[in-house]
């Protein structure tokens, strides 16, 4: 158990709709990823925030967006889904702002969009 | 841009034999280089990690050896166990700003 949680396990809606997944990191940790797990596209780094505020930006599209809250828990918006959204979507966090730190994975959310 | 390769599988191994997952990397600067695991139904865990040149990762008899000289990160274990089945995926971390980017995963299976 990494310590790091995401909900919910598993997300099917149709295209069009929007969705939001949340994640928790584990205690302590300021640092925020999120990432997309697809069969085509490989693992992409989306985004992360530190401390509530935006510090990168990977492959994320412009319909997607995230936010993170005092609490330190973050948000995934997912808008107006296409079938190639479908996918694992990880939430990783970590202690410092770098990369380089070790992030640890949470279970990831499947989302299947019919 | 910066990015990382490994080869491909899936890889099939009889239990104790000799593993080599080749990773390549294309990156400016000096990256931080990473080994990550996912067995089944689970995210990813850290295995080993290298963050300068000639550094040695090693964890769980897994090791890695960051070669700047040839742009490599190739991942070994003298003897693989069946428990070591899962996914690995190499990946970097550029120096310069929070550019993570992965490996397309090798799938290991171990048989008994």
């Known amino acids: 158990d990494s310590g790091v949680t995401q909900t919910p396990k598993h997300l099917i809606t149709a295209t069009g709709q929007r969705v939001t997944l949340r994640c928790s990191p584990r205690s302590g940790d300021l640092s925020v990823y999120w990432y997309q797990q697809s069969l085509d596209q490989g693992l992409q780094f989306l985004i992360q925030?530190?401390?509530?505020?935006?510090?990168a930006k990977g492959n994320i599209l412009e319909r997607f967006s995230a936010q993170q809250f005092p609490d330190l828990h973050s948000e995934l918006n997912l808008s107006s889904l296409e079938l190639g959204d479908s996918a694992l979507y990880f939430c990783a966090s970590s202690t410092g702002t770098s990369t380089a730190n070790e992030q640890f994975f949470g279970p990831g959310t499947r989302l299947t969009v019919l | 841009g910066n990015s990382v390769t490994q080869m491909e599988g899936p890889v099939t191994l009889s239990e104790e034999a000799f593993l080599t997952i080749n990773c390549t990397y294309t990156a400016t600067g000096y990256p931080s280089l990473f080994w990550y695991v996912q067995y089944p139904g689970e995210g990813l865990q850290l295995l080993l990690k290298a963050t300068k040149a000639d550094d040695k990762g090693s964890n769980k008899g897994f090791e890695a050896t960051y070669r700047k000289e040839t742009t490599s990160f190739h991942l070994e274990k003298g003897s693989v166990q069946v428990s070591d089945s899962a996914v690995y995926f190499c990946a970097l971390s550029a120096y310069n700003n929070n550019d993570m980017r992965f490996g397309a995963g090798t799938r290991l299976t171990v048989k008994p």
């Open positions: 925030y530190y401390n509530g505020e935006e510090r």
